[in-house]
């Protein structure tokens, strides 16, 4: 049963922490993808990676950072850096071809 | 600046009708489109997509116009059924081969009426 998991569904922190959002795929993908969504608006490009132990910034770099130590997973760390980091954090994967797939999503809520 | 823009955030369309999604880009390298559908509180799936080299791709009850030279793009779902309410996001590949992530539009509420 092939697929993107993201887990936790949802995630609770107090400003100042950092968290974890977790991401795995099994679809043998090479490629990896970060995005969120805030309400009202598109889904934005955080990091990616192409390839193992490589990573690129994407358009809202800051506040994040990402590790590929495994093909398989991509964890993002959301920084007590990050000055707005409740929002809908969406993992994704693709192959040389041009579509990616997307987890079910990790609603961050930080208060 | 947004590059992908889709500038009605809903429309409403009765069942049985033809819903016409629309979507504008500014970026003339943009070569391949895509178009994802949301649920609240999942993740996007694909729906359909098309390369700047056709001006039409069809899949079932979608189709994808893309008219280059106007660098606009649209979705029509016909017929329109209950279950394709939901948020519809046009998205285009900058980069060419599909590795650099996507640049997505804030999306299009989609309302079937029965």
């Known amino acids: 049963d092939g697929g993107i998991t993201q887990s936790p569904k949802y995630l609770f922190r107090k400003e100042g922490q950092n968290v974890t959002l977790s991401c795995e795929q099994n679809?043998?993908?090479?490629?990896m993808y970060w995005y969120r969504q805030d309400p009202g608006q598109g889904l934005r490009l955080i990091y990616y990676?192409?390839?193992?132990?490589?990573?690129q910034k994407g358009d809202i770099a800051e506040g994040y950072s990402v590790s590929r130590e495994k093909k398989e997973s991509f964890p993002l760390t959301v920084t007590s850096a990050q000055k707005n980091p409740t929002a809908f954090y969406l993992c994704?994967?693709?192959?040389?071809?041009?579509?990616?797939?997307f987890g079910p999503g990790t609603r961050l809520t930080v208060t | 600046d947004q590059q992908v823009k889709q500038n009605s955030p809903s429309l409403s369309v009765q069942e049985g009708r033809i819903s016409i999604l629309n979507c504008d880009y500014t970026n003339s390298m943009f070569d391949y489109f895509l178009w994802y559908k949301k649920y609240p509180a999942e993740g996007p799936t694909f729906l359909i997509s098309i390369s700047s080299i056709k001006d039409k791709n069809e899949d079932g009850r979608f189709t994808v116009f893309l008219n280059k030279s106007a660098k606009h793009l649209s979705l029509h779902i016909v017929p329109s059924q209950p279950g394709d309410s939901a948020v519809y996001f046009c998205?285009?590949?900058?980069?060419?081969?599909?590795?650099?992530?996507?640049?997505f539009g804030k999306g299009t509420h989609l309302i079937i009426q029965p």
């Open positions: 998205a285009a590949d900058p980069s060419g081969g599909g590795a650099d992530g996507l640049t």
């Open positions: 994704a994967s693709g192959t040389s071809g041009y579509e990616q797939y």
């Open positions: 990676s192409q390839i193992v132990n490589d990573f």
């Open positions: 679809l043998n993908h090479d490629a």
